[in-house]
């Protein structure tokens, strides 16, 4: 069965403690999500799985943002989550590769508005693990899309974090009901 990996929104400014919407930076760390979101890539390419890395991002003066978007709306009253800038930027400790396709997203789910369900169908793929922040909005949003577009959906959950410990169990049990839910280390 063809597969793929997909990690979302592992950016600056929504994991790194001086993001401007710093929401998941403590728990990404408490949880290791990194060390988990890089053993899942290692574990992808080893096995020729194609990897994709999608993150949230706005042009300057915010476009492509509603302006009653409550959710991301912060990102224009913060100047956060703007291309080119460094808040847009994978992590540093993310394993990021000079050829991993990136896809920019305006909306919670990967799949609004980007390529993403065209480069997964155009290379056969049936399987999607995905990773990510957050658990209770990204991944919520993506898990739940990708399985009605009939893929088989795995949560990779130390891969995962929410702005905390009971957002994140909330939803994976949620998410346990649409997706296989599994650690980093069952890829192997």
Same mark, same amino acid.
């Given at each position: ?12 400014? +929504? ?11 403590? &728990?990404?760390?408490? =949880?290791?999500?990194?060390? /988990? ?5 290692? =574990? ?10 999608? %993150?949230? @991002? ?5 476009? &492509? +943002?509603?302006?009653? /978007? ?7 009253? +913060?100047? !956060?989550?703007?291309? !080119? ?6 992590? @540093?400790?993310? *394993? ?8 920019? %997203?305006?909306? +919670? ?7 993403? *369900?065209?480069?997964?169908?155009? /290379? ?19 898990? =739940? &899309? @990708? ?14 974090? /929410? ?9 994976? !049990? ?15």
């Amino acid at each position: 069965m063809r597969t793929a990996l997909v990690l979302i929104d592992l950016i600056n400014d +929504l994991i790194h403690p001086d993001g401007a919407m710093s929401t998941y930076a403590a &728990e990404v760390q408490r =949880r290791g999500v990194l060390t /988990a979101a890089n053993q899942a890539l290692e =574990r992808a390419r080893a096995r020729g799985w194609p990897t994709l890395l999608v %993150k949230v @991002a706005f042009r300057a003066g915010y476009p &492509e +943002l509603p302006a009653h /978007a409550p959710f991301l709306g912060r990102a224009r009253e +913060l100047g !956060g989550l703007r291309l !080119g800038q460094w808040g847009t930027e994978f992590h @540093a400790d993310l *394993a990021v590769q000079p050829g991993d396709p990136v896809l920019v %997203k305006h909306r +919670l789910s990967p799949f609004h508005g980007t390529a993403l *369900a065209t480069l997964l169908r155009a /290379a056969g793929i049936e399987r999607l693990l995905l990773g990510g922040v957050g658990t209770a909005w990204a991944l919520q949003a993506a898990v =739940r &899309e @990708a399985h009605d577009r009939d893929f088989r959906v795995v949560l990779v959950e130390d891969a995962c974090a /929410a702005a905390s410990p009971q957002e994140h169990d909330q939803s994976i !049990g949620q998410l346990s009901r649409l997706a296989a839910v599994v650690l980093a280390a069952d890829l192997a």
